[in-house]
């Protein structure tokens, strides 16, 4: 497989700390953004790469040459007029006629490309699109997808959103068959997400593949020196699904939300006092942050899917707004009692994903790559607790919501803390315990 990064780019918000160098030149620990990108390529085994140059495109030419240096092949498009993010592919296409990724020259990334690669090739998609939440998601473009992560909306940054949206965001890594080519006609001025990835999701082509690997734009001097910090940090090597990941698992209610009984309605969503902080803690930690959650509302007929799509919805925003997100979230729909009024008798089961079973925690086990038993669970019930113990992870009670007064395991946690933020305080070790 070949590989497109666009390097044309001027990084006019970057300007302070360009100095006549292309946007993605600009170095982090000694070494250009570009390098490290080709450097994660041919970790994958992808060689074959084609650089799309503008804007002093000479010094990357210069640079990087034919690539031998590095043991990869380089050759080079020069775009003597700006064509957007996608006019060049047109005059490149008769080096595409197998899948391909493309890149952005301004993104940090550091990714295990087979898992996507394989995403990819499974969809059968025309366009598989990098898609993870981020800690600004108000000023991202959304994607919208349905059960099959099939892309069916495209939530632009800088229109109005007037309903809760989930938190995933096109990342600027795509994987493209060859197929898009029919929404490139000619060689004129082209955006890649506009004119083509949208005309192909008419068509139900375009697939979102999560991941919680380490993509992040370096557009402005802020986004920069993030990046910067996490590589010093080993955050961003740490993130490669190749690697096993630590996890912190939350519980909603009463853990991330104000306990309230069963909460059926998206307005009764309010955070608990600390969670924006604690969970941006982790955020800037080596750690995952998943939810599970026993939602039995659905089983009992109080609440849709739909409903509860909107609940954790307005939940994202709340978080984003304030910058920060969950990395996924997990739900079990069941409820084994029956006898409730409207209750879906299908899903009035015993199963193996209803905490204190572990089979939300298997789950993303496999979904991210996740160690168990280098990872927590936080909750405020003693089935919490038990369900941690029972997957053989480190336990913490927090004293909020029914503060582990449910009674219903006689189980101890490894530490009790009073609210979230200590919490993380306590697993990341930013205080003293």
Same mark, same amino acid.
């Given at each position: ?168 965001? =096109? ?71 190749? =690697? ?38 982790? =955020? ?150």
């Amino acid at each position: 497989m070949k590989a497109v990064i666009m390097a044309g780019g001027k990084g006019t918000r970057l300007s302070s700390l360009l100095k006549d160098i292309p946007k993605p030149m600009i170095q982090i620990e000694g070494k250009p953004v570009l390098e490290h990108q080709i450097e994660n390529l041919k970790e994958n085994g992808i060689t074959e790469i084609i650089l799309v140059i503008g804007h002093l495109g000479e010094v990357i030419e210069n640079y990087f040459g034919d690539g031998s240096n590095w043991n990869v092949s380089i050759c080079y498009y020069r775009e003597e007029t700006p064509l957007g993010t996608a006019g060049a592919l047109f005059y490149i296409k008769k080096h595409l006629t197998d899948d391909f990724i493309l890149l952005f020259g301004d993104v940090f990334v550091n990714v295990n490309f087979a898992r996507m690669i394989n995403f990819h090739s499974e969809k059968q998609a025309a366009a598989t699109l990098f898609s993870h939440p981020n800690s600004h998601p108000y000023d991202s473009d959304i994607l919208v997808v349905n059960e099959e992560n099939r892309v069916i909306d495209w939530m632009y940054k800088n229109l109005e959103r007037k309903q809760s949206y989930a938190n995933l965001v =096109n990342a600027g890594v795509y994987i493209f068959s060859p197929k898009i080519f029919k929404y490139i006609e000619d060689g004129s001025k082209r955006d890649l997400e506009k004119n083509v990835i949208t005309q192909s999701m008419q068509h139900g082509e375009v697939f979102a593949y999560r991941s919680t690997e380490y993509v992040k734009d370096i557009g402005t001097p802020e986004r920069y020196k993030k990046v910067c910090d996490d590589y010093r940090k080993g955050i961003c090597a740490s993130r490669n699904l190749k =690697n096993k990941q630590k996890c912190i698992f939350l519980d909603r209610d009463g853990t991330i939300n104000k306990y309230v009984g069963l909460l059926t309605e998206e307005t009764q969503m309010e955070l608990e006092d600390h969670v924006a902080e604690a969970i941006s803690k982790i =955020n800037q930690s080596e750690y995952l942050a998943v939810v599970i959650t026993n939602q039995p509302v659905i089983a009992r007929g109080d609440c849709t899917f739909a409903g509860l799509e909107a609940i954790h919805n307005r939940m994202q925003v709340l978080l984003g707004d304030t910058g920060c997100y969950v990395d996924d979230i997990y739900y079990c729909p069941h409820h084994p009692d029956r006898g409730f009024e409207g209750e879906i008798a299908e899903l009035k089961i015993k199963c193996d994903c209803r905490k204190p079973h572990t089979g939300m925690l298997r789950q993303a086990a496999d979904d991210h790559n996740i160690d168990l038993e280098q990872s927590w669970i936080i909750g405020d019930t003693t089935m919490d607790i038990q369900t941690g113990k029972n997957a053989g992870m480190h336990t913490m009670l927090v004293l909020t919501g029914e503060c582990g007064k449910d009674g219903k395991f006689n189980v101890k946690p490894d530490c009790i803390r009073n609210n979230l933020s200590e919490c993380i305080d306590y697993i990341t070790g930013r205080k003293n315990s």
